[in-house]
């Protein structure tokens, strides 16, 4: 469904990614790990179009996209649900999914998307006309994810979901990571918590100083020492 070949990407004069390759199988959970500064945003940036590579290529079935612009290819159906939120803080919740909504096949349907992620999120159905800013970190999380949805992406990816929360809504927001994959979406799943990355991802990556260093199954990277060492403090 994705393939990222060999992509080198700057800000200016400094490189951030170096031969990066990842792909990404039809409804498959990827998770990405690696420590701050590791490039795991600038990747996820390259991928949805913020950013351009200088060179190497990121293919979405089958087509090339590293040089179009960001919101064809959230047309093609990829979501970028970035860190910290962002979310339109003076608008209400509904209003926040609306725009979620905005390209052309989704507006078309936003109605019945709109149902499917209240049933995910019934919390933003109880709080449809609250402003977002006055919802707490894990309801402008999940508000944060619903809006992702919205555009009915085929690959959804989400940048730090847990960053913030209290464990016990950090495990809610993983729980419901694992659901969407069975509605048919592949997501790609920054995090530093490793641990639970680990536990609901398929397959792994990790990027150190803007390198893959290691990939593979998510039970065989759970034995790694590496990774047991580095990132989960065994
Ligand atoms: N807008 C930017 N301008 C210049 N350098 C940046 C910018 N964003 C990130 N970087 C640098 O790129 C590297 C990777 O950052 P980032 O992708 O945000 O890492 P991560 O998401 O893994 O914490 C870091 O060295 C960071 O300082
Ligand atoms: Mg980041």
New binding site residues.
């Given amino acids: 469904m994705l393939q990222v070949s060999n992509i080198n990407s700057f800000?200016?004069k400094?490189q951030?990614l170096w031969g990066v390759s990842l792909r990404i199988d039809e409804k498959e959970l990827v998770a990405l790990i690696?420590?701050?500064?590791?490039?795991?945003?600038?990747?996820l940036k390259t991928i949805s179009g913020l950013l351009h590579p200088a060179s190497g290529s990121v293919q979405f079935l089958d087509m090339r996209i590293d040089q179009m612009p960001a919101h064809s290819i959230v047309e093609l159906g990829v979501s970028h649900v970035s860190?910290g939120r962002r979310l339109f803080q003076d608008m209400t919740v509904r209003e926040n999914l609306d725009m979620g909504a905005y390209t052309h096949k989704a507006w078309n349907k936003k109605e019945e998307t709109l149902e499917r992620v209240h049933q995910i999120f019934p919390i933003l159905k109880v709080r449809s006309r609250q402003l977002a800013r006055t919802l707490s970190g894990g309801e402008q999380q999940m508000l944060a994810m619903g809006r992702g949805l919205m555009s009915r992406p085929r690959l959804c990816m989400f940048?730090e979901l847990s960053y913030g929360l209290a464990p016990i809504l950090a495990k809610e927001v993983f729980k419901i990571v694992k659901t969407l994959r069975e509605q048919d979406i592949a997501i790609l799943l920054?995090e530093q918590n490793v641990r639970h990355a680990l536990e609901i991802a398929d397959r792994a990556y990790v990027?150190e100083n803007?390198r893959i260093v290691l990939e593979g199954e998510s039970r065989g990277l759970s034995e790694n020492e590496l990774i047991k060492q580095a990132y989960l403090g065994l």
């Fill in positions: 800000y200016r400094i951030a690696g420590a701050n500064g590791a490039g795991k945003t600038t990747l860190e940048d920054v990027l803007g």
